[in-house]
């Protein structure tokens, strides 16, 4: 099945950690995206990548890294410059049009230890 | 800039009732896109609909149904006979042409109690 796989599923962070959360896609998608949600509140984009090579930074990319070296896979790197990082982490990929829904993975819950 | 607003953050209904979830939305742009969302406890969004500027006939799938009004910069949602299986988070989101990035509504919490 064509989808969005997100892995892992929980995720602990120790302080002054990096941590790398995955998200791979089969659905030949060219553009791919990282939202952060808070609970109670909304959506909120970290990075997003249109094509291969190239990702821009959303509105809340302090502290967290990306690559895009393959059109399937958009790994997330929370830093330990990142002071709160405790929040539900979502990837997303969409043919690279802006008429075009986004698909979502099943997200990755991250929390401090 | 884009803004879309929810103004309501939880709603409570009884199953069978017939719910509307509200969507206002901001842009400059002539030529944009509006999207729902269904966030099931689960976690991951499930794409529900896409409308353009462009077309503002209403829209009926099953017991959903959405009605996008240009005059009010609004795209409401309407559950019909609402189920236990409708509780979920439901956001509103917002593309223009030339941008490549949605722009989401801050969700509407759905509880439909048996």
């Known amino acids: 099945d064509g989808g969005i796989t997100q892995s892992p599923k929980y995720l602990f962070r120790k302080e002054g950690q990096n941590v790398t959360l995955s998200c791979e896609q089969n659905l030949n998608h060219d553009a791919m995206y990282w939202y952060r949600q808070d609970p109670g509140q909304g959506l909120r984009l970290i990075y997003y990548?249109?094509?291969?090579?190239?990702?821009q930074k959303g509105d809340i990319a302090e502290g967290y890294s990306v690559s895009r070296e393959k059109k399937e896979s958009f790994p997330l790197t929370v830093t330990s410059a990142q002071k709160n990082p405790t929040a539900f982490y979502l990837c997303?990929?969409?043919?690279?049009?802006?008429?075009?829904?986004?698909?979502f993975g099943d997200g990755t819950r991250l929390s401090i230890l | 800039a884009q803004k879309v607003t929810q103004a309501q953050t939880e709603i409570s209904v009884v199953e069978k009732e017939d719910v509307t979830l509200d969507c206002v939305y901001e842009?400059?742009?002539?030529?944009?896109?509006l999207f729902w969302y269904k966030q099931p406890p689960s976690g991951e969004l499930v794409f529900l609909i896409r409308r353009n500027s462009f077309d503002e006939q209403n829209e009926i799938s099953g017991r959903y149904s959405w009605n996008f009004q240009k005059s009010t910069s609004s795209f409401n949602f309407t559950i019909t006979a609402s189920q236990v299986v409708d509780s979920a988070v439901y956001f509103c989101?917002?593309?223009?042409?030339?941008?490549?990035?949605?722009?989401f509504g801050p969700g509407t919490r759905l509880s439909v109690l048996p």
């Open positions: 989101a917002l593309s223009v042409r030339y941008g490549q990035n949605f722009v």
């Open positions: 842009t400059r742009d002539t030529t944009y896109y």
């Open positions: 990548s249109q094509i291969v090579n190239d990702f």
């Open positions: 997303a990929s969409s043919i690279r049009e802006s008429n075009q829904p986004q698909h």
